[in-house]
């Protein structure tokens, strides 16, 4: 719902819109039912910040695999079971990637750089899911086909501000195996892939 503030000084034609409360996301697309509840399910433990129960979803021999760009290569970091598991506490960095333009390296913690995912805004002011459709198009190449053929992929989707002419957009995709599942019967998720308009 929108309210219009009429509370603008004398002689101006000055008005605010305010959104007095969040629009629900609009979905796009289709996946499974299962898919869909355990991708809602890791967003809400990123955003928890109870980042080592993830390991709930993570298949103990491929591991997962996060992306700080749409593009996965084979330099891209690949977590083990007890490594997610063990995030809470696990004091080892990473090399994640690079940064976007200035190419300094992005080097965290596991619980740094998933905390890192959970703030960004393709999870905190989703405007759209994908299910099984791609939102973001930049101009990095999305490759999950390529590394995961035949997946699953929840897309959470920020349309970006009309302050930067949309191009602040940001997505975070979640890749699952749509066929199998974890020991402890969870949908495997294969990856954590964040996507966004870059130079």
Do not use: K
């Not at 590394?147 to 890749?175: I, K």
């Amino acid at each position: 719902m929108w309210c219009v503030s009429d509370r603008a000084p004398a002689g101006s034609i000055w008005r605010s819109f305010v959104r007095s409360e969040p629009r629900p996301p609009i979905t796009i697309g289709s996946v499974d039912a299962s898919i869909a509840g355990a991708a809602d399910r890791v967003r809400e433990l990123l955003g928890s910040g109870d980042v080592a129960t993830l390991s709930e979803h993570v298949d103990p021999d491929r591991g997962l695999t996060v992306s700080v760009h749409a593009s996965i290569t084979e330099t891209t970091p690949v977590l083990s079971l007890a490594q997610v598991a063990g995030s809470a506490t696990d004091s080892a960095t990473l090399l994640w990637g690079y940064t976007d333009g200035e190419g300094a390296p992005i080097v965290e913690t596991i619980r740094q750089r998933l905390r890192a995912v959970a703030g960004d805004t393709g999870l905190t002011s989703t405007d759209a899911i994908g299910y099984d459709v791609r939102l973001g198009f930049g101009n990095s190449i999305d490759n999950i086909d390529h590394w995961f053929p035949g997946s699953s992929v929840v897309e959470y989707h920020f349309d970006g501000t009309s302050l930067y002419g949309d191009f602040d957009w940001s997505s975070v995709r979640f890749v699952f195996d749509a066929e199998a599942e974890t020991p402890s019967g969870r949908p495997v998720l294969l990856a954590i892939v964040q996507d966004t308009w870059t130079i």
